[in-house]
């Protein structure tokens, strides 16, 4: 009998709720951040270097001076990028920066 009135008082008393649950807010002013006493030597971002060789243009990616990414565009031809397959390991080729799928490896025993 009643069930045309369940929506409209589930949605006035979720404005009553919303209403009755607003705190005001207050602007605080411009705060310094306070100094870090955390020494790293990571960058957060990469050093980008871009080098033209003849008809293609090199992007080397490196993080604290360690190279793990080359981006090649040729004329033409829809860039590709070359990644580090571990620190020693050699490259891999991608054809978009999603690519491919890098595994963390690490040493659990060593004999």
Do not use: C, H
């Amino acid at each position: 009998m009643f069930k045309f009135l369940k929506l409209p008082l589930f949605a006035l008393s979720l404005i009553i709720w919303n209403i009755s649950s607003a705190e005001e807010t207050q602007i605080l002013d411009d705060a310094t951040p306070a100094e870090t006493t955390f020494e790293s030597d990571f960058i957060g971002e990469p050093e980008v270097t871009i080098r033209k060789d003849g008809e293609s243009i090199l992007e080397e990616y490196r993080i604290n001076g360690n190279l793990y990414m080359i981006k090649i565009t040729l004329e033409g031809v829809t860039p590709y990028y070359l990644y580090r397959d571990s620190a020693d390991g050699g490259w891999l080729r991608g054809d978009s920066i999603s690519e491919p799928l890098i595994v963390p490896q690490w040493v659990v025993f060593e004999f």
